[in-house]
């Protein structure tokens, strides 16, 4: 797999704060590994940056940490300004109030 200087950074960015937490908590590898549910050399690839850890081992990494909300910010929709001005420009529709027809 080939990645850009600045993800393979990120990744491992990601996995040095990964081992910190592990080691914040006072777990060992091989406990924080069955707790997430891979084997050891999983969890070494997680903490060194491997890009082909699988995502999902990420997310569960994350629900463990009490981190999960993190995982929403991965590829969050972006503002439109335009569309939130055009939709200020809309006028908003108003039910008839209600008569008394006797």
Known sequence: MILSGQT????????????????RRNETQ???ASRIGVSIPSYYKME??????????WAVAL??????????HL??????LFAKYEQLKVPKRQRASRKDHK
């Open 75 to 80: 590829l969050a929709p972006t503002e439109d």
């Open 48 to 57: 060194h940056g491997d890009p082909s850890v699988p995502i999902g081992q």
């Open 30 to 32: 091989q406990v924080f």
């Open 8 to 23: 393979d950074d990120r990744l491992k960015s990601l996995g040095a704060r990964l081992r910190a937490e592990r080691l």
């Open 63 to 72: 629900d463990i940490l009490g981190r999960v909300e993190d995982f929403d």
